[in-house]
């Protein structure tokens, strides 16, 4: 691809809400989309999350919160 065309090439990104998701992103949630889990963040993936964050910033002591969008993550 010519350097010179990426140049030209503007991409917008309003926000969050108005973006399509990634094809890959849309085949794992049609897979898991009948799965019932419990409240956020006490998940088998929000667990799972967790130790992969622990593990890349090497540290085993910490805390790790998952908040929700809008308005309260604003307040934290």
Excluded at 10 to 37: C, V, W
Excluded at 38 to 45: A, C, E, K, N, P
Aim: net charge neutral.
């Amino acid at each position: 691809m010519d350097i010179r065309s990426l140049e030209k090439t503007m991409y917008s990104f309003m926000n969050d809400y108005s973006e399509g998701a990634h094809p890959r992103i849309l085949e794992l949630l049609n897979k898991t989309n009948y799965y019932q889990h419990i409240g956020y963040g006490q998940d088998v993936h929000s667990k799972k999350a967790k130790e992969y964050i622990k593990k890349l910033i090497g540290k085993e002591d910490v805390d790790i919160h998952f908040i929700p969008g809008s308005q309260v993550q604003n307040s934290v």
